[in-house]
């Protein structure tokens, strides 16, 4: 038995060749993304940046990038119950936003969930934002959680930023897909993080 | 099996984790106290307490009570809850009673994290308890005279 096992590992790529040519395609496209996020200038940086802000305005995120409230849906109406900030993001009292929301989306109440579901903080209000303004809040450490660019791409990745491409029901997900989206904050990092006026 | 603390009580129930907690506790567990009035979190009828914080039962998922003290109408006890039910039954808030099981919960929280609320307070976090009789004008006198009990 262990001998055919070991036979069988020895075999390994050269009796795959297809398995070969796939790793070969991936290993070339993905140096071919990092030469191009290594060599971002200026330029490609704002050309990202001008798909990313779609993103950051889409209902997904701009919803609880809110000052008091959080809007709800993807028409963007006041959030039904009311309900506000509070001291620490989290709502009030017995309206508070764990006391509705899971850590993950129900499809029976159609209520979405993430971790650490809340509004933003107050620093990080979006809504009423240029394109240029919110570029120019994105990437100050004062009012961004103190994240460097590297960072902020981490933190695209985070499970509450990731619900925005798993919504659940009636919702609609960020188009962008999230791999493209952490690409172009790449590029938007490597050049610079340029903004528009 | 999913083990869940109901009322200081402990449960083994053979059930999903994503099933709405308030079909545990009432289907599983008998407790019908808790009501269904809309199963989208938008009515308040079937808040219970997680840890003392509310808790809307009809959105909140089994999986997410687990190791989590349950508390429903049936089982609050404490001088918030006496103060607030006492208010209740002094001024003769209840009508046709289906939502006050959610109303006299939600009360207890909001008096638990302020026990002086004003109107805006009592406002913004009975803001989920809706109440077809329209007993709100009596609930809110009841939150007052129960801060006022509690002071």
Known sequence: MANRNLYRTNQGLRARPGVLIVLLILLGTRSAVWGQTQSAGAGDSLAAWGKIVTVLQHPRCLNCHQLNSPLQGDSRRMHIPHVVRGADSHGVGPMRCGNCHNDSNNLTSRTPGAPEWSLAPVSMLWQGLSSGDLCRMLKDPARNGKRSPEALVEHMSSPLVLWGWNPGPGLEPVPIPHAEFINLMKVWAAGGTACPK | ?151
């Not at chain 2, 998922?61 to 006496?82: L, N």
């Not at chain 2, 009508?95 to 002086?116: D, H, P």
């Not at chain 2, 709100?136 to 006022?148: N, S, T, V």
């Open chain 2, 1 to 151: 099996m999913i083990t869940l603390n109901v009322n200081g009580e402990s449960h083994q129930l053979d059930v999903s984790p994503e099933m709405p907690l308030l079909w545990a506790i009432r289907d599983k567990l008998n407790l019908t106290g808790t009501k269904f009035g809309c199963g989208h979190a938008m009515c308040g009828a079937c808040v219970v307490h997680l840890d003392g914080e509310a808790a809307r039962s009809c959105s909140i998922m089994v999986g997410e009570a687990v190791g989590k003290r349950i508390t429903t109408i049936e089982g609050i006890s404490g001088p918030v809850a006496e103060a607030v039910t006492h208010a209740w039954q002094s001024l003769d808030v209840v009508q046709c009673g289906y939502c006050q099981s959610g109303q006299i919960m939600s009360a207890i929280v909001l008096l638990n994290e302020n026990k002086n609320p004003t109107d805006e307070d009592i406002n913004l976090g009975m803001e989920g308890n809706i109440c077809r009789c329209g007993t709100y004008l009596r609930i809110r006198r009841a939150i007052h005279q129960a801060a006022k009990a509690l002071a």
